[in-house]
């Protein structure tokens, strides 16, 4: 006969050696914040990066992440131009210039990003 109680099905973990301190715990509420906002702009500039080349979305993810890298900035940095550029905000010279010459690679190679990646 089975008891009226479930079983626990998780192991209760030991309590930790005190409380987190406020400070500690406000820095990384502030650090996963800022990296969900970065996640949360290189998939805005994927996705117009996508619309504009026009690209599939595994392309313009290679294309903002090759740009990235010859600049040698962040791709949270480069996906913030892409989405100033897309509306109409001046972005820095380099970046526009660096942003034209890998989408016209892209665009005029004819391979898509699996034929890459095998490279």
């Known amino acids: 006969m089975r008891s009226s109680t479930p079983e626990p099905r998780f192991v209760k973990l030991p309590p ?3 409380p987190v301190p406020d400070e500690l715990e406000r820095s990384e509420h502030a650090r ?3 990296t969900l906002a970065a996640r949360a702009t290189v998939n805005m500039a994927e996705g117009a990066l996508a619309v504009l080349g026009p690209l599939p979305i595994e ?3 290679l294309v903002l992440a090759d740009v990235a890298r010859r600049l040698h900035v962040d791709a949270h940095l480069v996906a ?5 550029l897309v509306q109409g ?3 820095p010279d380099a970046v526009y ?3 034209h010459r890998v989408l ?3 665009r005029s190679d004819g391979r898509n990003a699996a ?4 490279e």
């Open 80 to 84: 913030e131009h892409v989405l100033n």
């Open 16 to 18: 930790t050696t005190g």
């Open 104 to 106: 016209h690679e892209f």
């Open 97 to 99: 210039r660096e942003l």
């Open 59 to 61: 392309d313009a993810c």
């Open 32 to 34: 996963l914040r800022r």
């Open 115 to 118: 034929d890459r990646l095998a």
């Open 89 to 91: 905000i001046a972005v």
